[in-house]
């Protein structure tokens, strides 16, 4: 007989079990035989929940003892009277059972295979406690604020880095409330109006984007922020105290002398450029030029540590000479600058230059000697003497070399007819223009050695006159000219063609690294000039090493930066030179991925003698490292500081400890032994 009811049940994606007053089946479908599986026979009309319960343990795997879930689930069957659920695993299926009270006093008892849902549940809780340990380990803070700004969540880092109680770090806690709090404790934003403009503002609009923020209890938290889809955002927190302070020391020595503490070239120029540029206010400019007299007898006699103790008392007596406002700078060795603000007559410059010399001719007494020495001074006026700082360092030299002339400790101011060098400069001028033509121009070439295995791994290519009449002119001298007058760009752009040529010849793993001018970025064929001279000289782009200074940087950045992507693009490695001279070189690294920084000879010379140079080149090797870019140090000349720079963890070493520069026929000798010997 058809029965339409027993069709429906068996239809149901559930299992289906009804049992009357007394425990016993009365109605059951097919699914239900298929999730519990049974015997055949043992699901019947009229058979007991006992023997129903009987059949869960067979397959059940939790945490209660087998017999201990059946007598749960018959126990809540008997003395229950609202529903329950149980979870039961069939063969590896996770079947939920539950069981609903009826108005006779029996049972309704559905069984649903949730084993995939169970599975995303496990992933979900597997995936949250994943989530919950990243956000647990993270080195650093994290928080999420909605819209209204109020805590979604945060991390143990971000509690611990305010010194937060608990319940501020519940959800729904405010900013305002956290930052109240940070008030009190002497942590918060130091300026904490500019934190919610710049920061917080600034990342409910949609702006991504990261900031160093000062706190009150002087250390520095660098927050970036992400805007979230549904308003609020999510933010990071560091602690960058440390960096901040390493990077600002790194610039503080980058601009001043190691020694003495004073300026160095760099700031002088700078500070010089922008006290011209304002006109000095109306009034008159001074630039002094001092020259140490006898200091050479004094470290040829006593000693460089005495030399050294004697600059930095100079240092001392040339500052208590000084009104506010004059400057002062080392150039280096025995040499000073102070340039005087608001000149109005030459007697002023000349009383200080007295008080100068008057100051440093006293006796010394240091480390037990009594020393004498004097100093020479030229001076220089703008705008009379010139309104550019390079005129006006160039015309007080030149009466600082009058004064040297007159008997020494005194001082001398610049006169034109004092120019008559002018006319050498302007032999020395065609005659350079004559060179290029008449291949006077050599190149030397310089070892550059692994540290670790002292082998010769490549050379930096640098340029030699061999003047007719003068012999051979040094590159201090006509390099300056060569930039001034714009021959560089030439002369450059001989030198990368020939040293390309030379070093193709070499063994393969051996690399020419050439020097370029600021000059010859301006040209604007800069970058066709290196595809050239690599295409005819047959040089692998892997092989060339272009080395820049920051100056290339300073002006049109953004069209340099542009030609120098372009020539990495090639392959061709390039390299930032003189690093640490210039306290701009960090900023340039954020700018341009270099593959080198070749550390300035001066910090090199330092390191046995100065915590400061010792800690710059620490600093830099260890940004090297991290920015993946090789170091080179330069100008070690001798076997403590091989040890030092190693210690350092220089990656390469320049200097004539390893190798003088040698003329081409030379390189090939040495590089012929080289190839001899590892045969």
Known sequence: MFNSSQVILDNVSQGIAVLDADLRLTLFNDRLKELLRPPEGVIYTGVSAKTIAALIPVHAHSSQSSSGESENWLTKLHTCLTPFHQEVVVDGRVVLMTSIPTSDGGWLITFD?????????????????????????????????????????????????????????????SLTQILDYRQITGNAPARRDTYFDVVIEAALKGSTASQNISLADGRVIKISHQPMVNGGYVAT??????????????????????????????????????????????????????????????????????GDLLLKEV????????????????????????????????????????????????????????????????????????????????HADTALYRAKSSGRSTYCFFEPAMDANIQVRRKLEVDLRHALVARQFEIYYQPQVDTATEQII?????????????????????????????????????????????????????????????????????????????????????????????????????AALATLHHIRSLGVRIAMDDFGTGYSSLSYLRLFPFDKIKIDQSFIRELGHSRDCAAIVKAVVDLGTSLGITTTAEGVETTEQLRRVREQGCSEIQGYLFGKPLPLSSVNEVLRRLSASAA
């Not at 604020?145 to 109680?165: M, T």
């Not at 406002?325 to 060795?333: C, E, K, T």
């Not at 040094?474 to 760009?489: K, R, Y």
Request: overall charge negative; hydrophobic content about 40%; aromatic content about 4%.
């Open 458 to 558: 490549g050379f930096e290519a640098l340029l030699r006159w061999n003047h007719p009449e003068r012999g051979l002119v040094s590159p201090d001298e006509f390099i300056p000219l060569a930039e001034e007058t714009g021959l560089i760009v030439p002369i450059g752009e001989w030198v990368l063609r020939q040293a390309c040529k030379d070093a193709a010849h070499w063994p393969a793993p051996i690399s020419i690294a050439v020097n370029l001018s600021p000059l010859q970025f301006r040209s604007q064929t800069l970058a066709h000039t290196v595809v050239s001279a690599l295409t005819e000289s047959g040089l692998s782009a892997s092989r060339l090493e272009l080395e820049i200074t920051e100056s290339v940087l300073l002006t049109n950045s953004e």
């Open 113 to 173: 295979d949730i084993s995939a849902l169970s599975g995303m549940k496990k992933e979900l809780a597997d995936q949250n406690s994943r989530f919950d340990a990243a956000l647990s380990n993270m080195p650093h803070g994290l928080c999420m604020f909605d819209a209204d700004k109020n805590l979604l969540l945060c991390n143990i880092a971000y509690a611990r880095l305010y010194d937060l109680p608990e319940l501020l770090t519940l959800r729904g806690t």
């Open 315 to 394: 240092t001392e007596r040339l500052k208590s000479c000084l009104r506010e406002g004059d400057n002062i700078a080392r150039l280096g060795g025995d040499e000073f600058v102070v340039f005087q603000r608001c000149v109005q007559t030459r007697r002023q410059a000349s009383s200080l230059a007295q008080r100068l010399v008057d100051a440093i001719g006293e006796t010394f007494k240091i480390d037990g000697h009594t020393i004498h020495i004097g100093v020479s001074i030229g001076i220089a006026t703008a705008p009379d003497d010139g309104d550019a700082a390079d005129v006006l360092l160039r």
């Open 237 to 306: 927190h560091e602690d960058v105290t440390e960096a901040v302070r390493a990077e600002e020391q790194i610039k503080h020595m980058a601009g001043h002398d190691p020694l003495t503490g004073l300026p160095n070239r760099t700031l002088l120029r700078e500070k010089l450029d922008r006290e011209l540029a304002r006109g000095g206010d109306g009034n008159a400019i001074a630039l002094l030029c001092l020259d140490l007299d006898h200091f050479k007898d004094v470290n040829d006699t006593l000693g460089h540590a005495v």
